[in-house]
């Protein structure tokens, strides 16, 4: 007599009967989760364990972790890769960092290391590829966004607990003013959860960042440049000044004063790409383009700007650059 497998032998109508158990099929908690589960949910559904190894070895489904399965093939998407990481972590974990503040729509940010936020209580995760594990003593729910999908970090935390953990102060300043300047939040209530996140690591150099940004700075050069003059009694200049170049072209000044004699002072403020060659030349055609009669245009790095100032200040104060009233 020919013998029948134990998945033969249960029939389709028991099998959506056994997946019903619990209140609420696996098919829901899965769409929920962009298609993932883990085996704990799946056995709260009555899903048993001879099922989930069938599925899997007839590759119905894939298993990612010891703990976590997928119901799709194929690769992962985006959203199911953060899904991954918030289950196999286990209960109250969220996606944190940049990765949440991405997630929440900042642009230009990205990391190829997604970055799950883990309660301190929780067993330590296996390493998974492509996904940064932190453990932290905060209240994770009361961090989270509410309705997002997977469960993230609200933007403003997101940001400042980068922030603060970043070792470059000048990337820390980016990523705040960066927020702002794409309409994410705003200064006030990134102050507020400055203050909510205490203690936080460099808290002064935070506040003091935030104080630049409400001030209507929108990136660290910005930053840098309002430092400067505080630091050498200038006139705040105007920024991002539309100009319209030689061959009629509109341009972006970055910096500008009203001399006295009528005359225009433009500073343009070089970043670390500006030493590229062909950046370097383009620079150079921009300059001559912008100079005209009556404006006068001049170049500094944002390195001489923050660190070695001195000579720069001394040459705008001798071409008259209005001292702060």
């Not at 992962?76 to 890769?81: F, G, H, N, P, W």
């Not at 932190?134 to 922030?163: K, Y």
């Not at 927020?179 to 705003?186: G, I, N």
Request: one cysteine or more; proline letters at 5%; a positive charge.
């Amino acid at each position: 007599m020919e013998s029948r497998s134990p998945v033969a032998a249960v029939p389709a109508t028991l099998m959506c009967m056994v997946e019903a158990l619990g209140g609420r099929t696996w098919r829901g908690i899965a769409r929920d989760q962009a298609g993932l589960i883990t085996r704990a949910q799946l056995a709260s559904a009555g899903v048993e364990r001879w099922s989930v190894a069938h599925r899997v070895a007839t590759e119905r489904w894939q298993r990612l972790t010891a703990t976590v399965v997928a119901t799709t093939t194929g690769s992962l998407t985006v959203e199911q890769r953060l899904w991954l990481g918030v289950l196999h972590a286990g209960a109250g974990a969220i996606v944190g960092g940049i990765t949440a503040a991405e997630h929440a729509g900042l642009r230009n940010w990205h990391r190829d290391e997604a970055v799950i936020l883990v309660p301190y209580d929780n067993d330590v995760p296996a390493p998974v590829a492509g996904l940064r594990f932190v453990r932290t003593r905060r209240d994770t729910d009361g961090l989270r966004a509410r309705g997002a999908t997977p469960p993230r970090v609200r933007i403003e935390p997101a940001v400042l607990m980068f922030a603060a953990a970043e070792p470059s102060a000048r990337t820390a300043q980016g990523v705040l003013a960066a927020v702002v300047q794409q309409r994410l939040t705003e200064p006030g209530a990134l102050r507020e959860w400055l203050e909510r996140l205490a203690p936080l690591r460099r808290p002064k150099m935070l506040r003091q960042a935030l104080a630049d940004i409400a001030g209507g700075a929108q990136s660290v050069a910005e930053i840098d440049v309002r430092r400067f003059c505080r630091r050498h009694r200038f006139a705040l200049p105007a920024r991002q000044v539309k100009r319209l170049d030689a061959t009629g072209r509109l341009r972006y000044t970055d910096c500008e004063w009203q001399l006295p004699d009528g005359r225009t002072m433009v500073l343009e403020v070089d970043g670390a790409f500006h030493m590229d060659v062909e950046h370097w030349e383009h620079d150079m055609a921009r300059e001559r383009a912008l100079t005209a009669p009556g404006r006068v245009v001049m170049r500094c790095t944002a390195r001489e700007l923050r660190e070695d100032d001195g000579d720069l200040a001394r040459d705008l104060a001798r071409l008259g650059v209005p001292r702060e009233l």
